[in-house]
């Protein structure tokens, strides 16, 4: 009688294990990636995020690029400042040139070197191949109410004069 269940406890257990070994070959390379990109993002003193329209993800609060700036200034004044940045695609935003730009306006201005997730490859930005772009403030667009579409600043309707 115990040689039956432990032999079923054994045939469980190998069961068991060849379904893990079956499903761990599914996920293979996305689990590679992961712990690759996990172990390059141990290597950088800070990590940043891409937002949109040009903001930033530091520290999970959205910055814009002068407030981004603003932080490197700080971290600069207490001496703290990263040798090395990585920047990332966020949950919401890709990497985009204006995100490139900004970025490699901070190299200049704080002369630390940037790294930034190209499709899984690590490429470091470089502030004259990348054209810097001053730092500059988010606004958000500006809507228009619906009475006041066309018409002139005077409160006119767009008329021939």
Do not use: W
Not at 15 to 25: K, Q, R, Y
Not at 55 to 60: A, C, R, S, Y
Not at 65 to 92: I, Q
Request: proline share 2%; charged share 25%.
């Amino acid at each position: 009688m115990t040689r039956f269940t432990t032999m079923f406890h054994r045939a469980g257990a190998a069961l068991l294990l060849g379904s893990l070994l079956v499903l761990g070959g599914c996920h293979g390379s996305s689990v590679k990636e992961q712990a690759a990109m996990t172990k390059a993002q141990n290597e950088f003193d800070t990590t940043l995020k891409a937002y949109k329209s040009g903001q930033f993800l530091v520290d999970g609060a959205v910055l814009s690029a002068l407030d981004t700036g603003s932080h490197f200034a700080y971290l600069k004044d207490v001496g703290k400042l990263p040798k090395t940045v990585l920047l990332l695609p966020s949950d919401d935003s890709k990497i985009r040139k204006t995100h490139l730009q900004f970025m490699a306006r901070m190299v200049l201005d704080y002369g630390f070197a940037v790294y930034y997730d190209d499709d899984g490859e690590l490429k470091k930005i470089n502030p004259v191949e990348t054209k810097a772009r001053a730092l500059e403030d988010y606004h958000a667009p500006v809507k228009m109410n619906d009475e006041l579409q066309g018409k002139d600043a005077s409160g006119r309707t767009d008329q021939q004069y």
